[in-house]
Structures are given as structure tokens and as C-alpha cells.
């Protein structure tokens, strides 16, 4: 049986937890004193504290520490009657789930309690993802994955790195790009020479010229001095440019003419300038259809293009999802000076399912964010960054309208016009309510009570809307649409 400890000396908190639980089945333990509370905990391992700020023997702030030492995985929420910002900081650094104000909400508390007791079960069964294989401290050894795509990517850096030509590293947002890039540097001939690295996107394009290739004094508004650039720095060494598809039509000839002989001008002067540099580039866009829609130099392309290194996507690399939650679990609750070793069974499904449009940077974000919220040695579904844990409910129209609905529904009506249907408004109005319903339901995450209050009608019609229509909730939210197609077309109005 789950039990509860609260360590408060005001008696009506203890009447509203027993109150709150008293149709439950969780077990109820009260202290009036820090050192009672502590004695509890020692004698009955709770799997929840209650913990007050202010106690007659010392604070809560002290007591907490105590409690950690005799059980450092149980949720403690605070209860305080101050709720100043200085004390909800110290109580969460000190590693509480959460706090109470008072006076306390029922619903509140019931919800809070609720919540730090499935944190402790799934404290009790972590789930531990694979050992990764050994990490260098090397930068340029510092890929995670064992997938097959991503050895493909370790043998095309080792064929390439110590040859001297141009390379394009291909892939999404977020895959490694840049990791590649300094791999190839590391690995290479040029390695005790400078490395720098440029993002054409991040740099405005009437500066991006100067920025590679510097400018003269006077050169434009503003020049008042001589700039050297990137290519003249980076002499003997090699340049990452990322972002290459975002480069401007001057650019691009210059940087053709400089991969072509390794000389170039400055901007707004005369002299040329002899430089020695490696190229390597990068891009998540399409060069080729860029090329054929004239927005590229084909020339470039092909000279860029000496050498391609294609990353995969994050969706693309398996369970190497799991390695990298572990490297990143590990890395960073080193530096957030945490303890957690696991992920729950219900937090890892999360992950492990979540698309990652972000991909590798995108994990490594939401492992940190997780991390922040994270009290306890197991990760849980709480603790993971709101568009992960709404991920869990996903409407699927499955059929319909869907995006562009009123396009769809106009071609609906065209269609059935010329077919000289007799329903019109009856089929009309069902497609128009599937999308309507999928697409609310979709974005409250399939919270019904959200879902009515935005639609402004009341929780009982919404249910009877779902079943009409044919509307499934459970990890995904989906339209049956051979069931539905009959049931809808006799729907009657909200």
C-alpha cells in the first residue's frame, strides 16, 4: 500500500490530507515536528513527503537535507504559506518535486500527490538504456551511434580527412553537421592549423562578403578601417562554411573563383591575396533542385561537391535513440550536479516514438531541460519538456479533411454538385466536423474538458460527437471512416 507522510504542525493541514485521501487507498503518517517527521521516514519509507517551511524544532529547508540522506528518490512538496519567489527557488534547488501554497486547493493537492507518487513507483523499477560503446574526450572522437548509417559516416570521414579536397556534408538540421566538419580537421593533415567555422545564414548578406574575403578602408559606409577575412585567417588551415545554400549569387562566384585558385580581393581593393585553404561545406537544403531552379551555381555545386558525407536522420538511426539518451543523461547530469541513472518505461516510450524534427541537437535539448526538472534518480513523464509528453495523444483524422480542409471540403461540394447528390448538407457538415473535432482534439492533446470549452459545448456533447462520429482516444486519437461515413451523415447539429 502507497503511503504518505506529512510533517506539518498546523492541524487543519493534516485535516484537509486526510480529508483529500480518505476514500483512497494510500496509507497516511503525520509529524508535528522536523524530528518526528525524520523518525517516520526512517521507520516507514514513505513514498511521499509533505513537508512543512516552517516547523517548531527547524525549517523545512534544513529538514529536507535530512531526508534526502536517509532516502534520496522520495518526493518531497513543500507546503508554504509565504510563496515567495526566494523560497520556491531554494526549496526546488534543494531537489523538491514541487510546492503547496496556503491555503490548499483540494484539487490541487489530490492532482500534486498523484503525480510525485507515480514519480516513486517508477522510481522503484528504472529502466536502463544500453551502454554506449567508449566515448573519447577527443572532440573529434565525440559521435554517439553504432547504427549502420552512422558507420558508413565514420568510414567516409576516415577515407576523406587526410586527402586534401573539398567536402559536402549533407543532411537535417541537427544531425552533426559540424561535428563531421572538425572530425575531417582533426583527422587530417591540417590539424595544427586553424579551423574556423562560419554560418552563411546567420550573417546578413551585405556583410557576408566582407566576412569571408574582408574589405579595404573606405570600401563601403561604415568601412572605416581595413578587415581581414575569414579565407586570409584561415591560411594553411581549413573553413567550414555552414549553411552554403543560403549564400548570395556574388558570393557564390567569388567563392568558386577562390576554390578554383585560392585567390581572391578584398572588398573594394584591387590586390590580390594568395590563400591556402580547405573547404569543407554544408547544407540541409536541396542544391540540386536550387541548381535547376537557377537560385545556385551548378559550377559551385559540382566543385563543392568533390566529396559528400550524407548524415542520417535521428529517425533514420534505430536504437541509437538509446545510446544517445545515455551519453546525454550522463554528460549532463555531471554538469547539472544530478543523480539520475534511468528513464521510466512510460518516459522512454515517449522518447523513443517522438518523430525529433530537431534531431540530435533537439534530444540533446530536451535531455537538458528533463534534467532541470528532474528530482530523484529516474526520469520520468513529468519531467519531460511539454511537446514530448503531449506527443503521447496525436490525432489522426484518419481521413477527412485534413490540412487545407476548406480547399478539400470546397472540392467535396463541387464533386457532389455535379453528381447531382441529394445530401449535400448532411455530408458536408460531417466533413467538416471530423476536421473541426480531430483538429481541437489534436491540439488540446486529447483533453476532452479542453477540447468542449474551446468548442464552446459541453463535455457530454463532445463524448457523444466522438462516438458519431467515430473518434478513438487512447495513444492516438483516430476516425474510423468506413464506421463513420453513415453514423455521420445523419449527425445531428451540436
Known amino acids: 500500500m502507497p503511503s504518505i507522510l506529512v510533517i506539518d504542525d498546523d492541524r487543519s493541514v493534516l485535516h484537509i ?43 523545512g529547508l534544513e529538514t ?100 586534401d579536397v573539398t567536402v559536402l556534408i549533407r543532411g537535417e538540421s541537427g544531425t552533426g553537421k559540424e561535428l563531421v566538419a572538425r572530425a575531417i580537421y582533426h583527422h587530417s593533415p591540417r590539424a595544427a592549423a586553424r579551423f574556423l567555422g562560419i554560418n552563411i545564414a546567420a550573417v546578413p548578406e551585405t556583410l557576408l562578403e566582407s566576412e ?36 548570395s549569387p556574388l558570393v557564390q562566384s567569388k567563392l568558386l573563383r577562390l576554390l578554383q585558385e585560392q585567390r581572391f580581393e578584398r572588398v573594394g581593393g584591387t590586390e590580390t591575396v ?25 559550377d559551385l555545386y559540382y566543385r563543392l561537391n568533390g566529396y559528400t558525407i550524407k548524415l542520417p536522420s535521428l529517425r533514420e538511426r534505430g536504437d541509437d535513440i538509446l545510446i544517445l539518451l545515455e551519453h546525454f543523461v550522463t554528460q549532463f547530469s555531471q554538469k547539472l550536479n544530478k543523480d539520475v541513472q534511468g528513464i521510466s518505461p512510460d518516459a522512454l516510450e515517449l522518447l523513443i516514438k517522438y518523430p525529433w524534427p530537431g534531431n540530435v541537437r533537439e534530444l540533446q535539448s530536451v535531455v537538458k531541460q528533463s534534467l532541470l526538472h528532474a528530482t530523484g534518480q529516474v526520469l520520468v513523464v513529468d519531467f519531460l519538456p511539454e511537446e514530448i509528453r503531449r506527443s503521447r495523444r496525436t490525432v489522426v483524422p484518419g481521413g477527412g479533411l485534413r490540412k487545407g480542409g ?89
Open 274 to 298: 594568395q590563400t591556402d585553404v580547405r573547404v569543407l561545406a554544408a547544407t540541409n537544403r536541396d542544391l540540386e533542385k536550387m541548381v535547376q531552379a537557377g537560385e545556385f551555381r551548378a
Open 406 to 494: 476548406l480547399k478539400q471540403l470546397e472540392h467535396f461540394i463541387d464533386e457532389s454538385l455535379q453528381a447531382g447528390a441529394e445530401d449535400i448538407y448532411a455530408d458536408s457538415l460531417a466533413q467538416l466536423e471530423k476536421y473541426l473535432f480531430t483538429r481541437v482534439l489534436n491540439h488540446t492533446g486529447g483533453n476532452q474538458s479542453q477540447a468542449a470549452k474551446m468548442l464552446g459545448i459541453t463535455r457530454g456533447s463532445l463524448r457523444n460527437k466522438i462516438r458519431t462520429l467515430k473518434i478513438t482516444i487512447d495513444q492516438v486519437v483516430s476516425v474510423d471512416e468506413e464506421e463513420a461515413a453513415s453514423a455521420a451523415s445523419s449527425a445531428s447539429e451540436v
Open 64 to 163: 529536507i537535507e535530512q531526508v534526502f540522506r536517509h532516502d534520496p528518490k522520495v518526493p518531497v512538496i513543500f507546503i508554504t504559506s509565504g510563496g515567495t519567489s526566494d523560497t520556491a527557488i531554494e526549496a526546488m534547488k534543494l531537489g523538491a518535486y514541487d510546492y503547496l501554497l496556503k491555503p490548499l486547493d483540494f484539487v490541487q493537492v489530490r492532482a500534486l500527490v498523484d503525480r510525485a507518487l507515480e514519480i516513486r513507483r517508477s522510481m522503484q523499477v528504472p529502466v536502463r538504456v544500453p551502454e554506449p560503446s567508449a566515448v573519447s574526450s577527443d572532440p573529434a572522437d565525440a559521435f554517439v551511434g553504432r547504427c549502420s548509417a552512422m558507420q558508413e559516416v565514420y568510414k567516409a570521414i576516415g577515407r576523406v580527412a587526410p586527402h
Open 212 to 247: 569571408l574575403f574582408g574589405h579595404e578602408r573606405g570600401a563601403f559606409t561604415g568601412a572605416e578601417s581595413k578587415r581581414i577575412g575569414r579565407f586570409e585567417q584561415c591560411t594553411g588551415g581549413t573553413l567550414f562554411l555552414d549553411e552554403i545554400g543560403d549564400m
Open 17 to 59: 490530507f486526510k480529508q483529500v485521501f480518505k476514500d483512497s487507498d494510500l496509507r497516511m503518517l503525520t509529524a508535528n515536528t522536523a524530528a518526528e517527521g525524520v523518525a517516520s521516514l526512517v521507520g516507514n519509507r514513505p513514498d511521499v513527503v509533505i513537508l512543512d517551511i516552517m516547523l517548531p524544532d527547524q525549517s
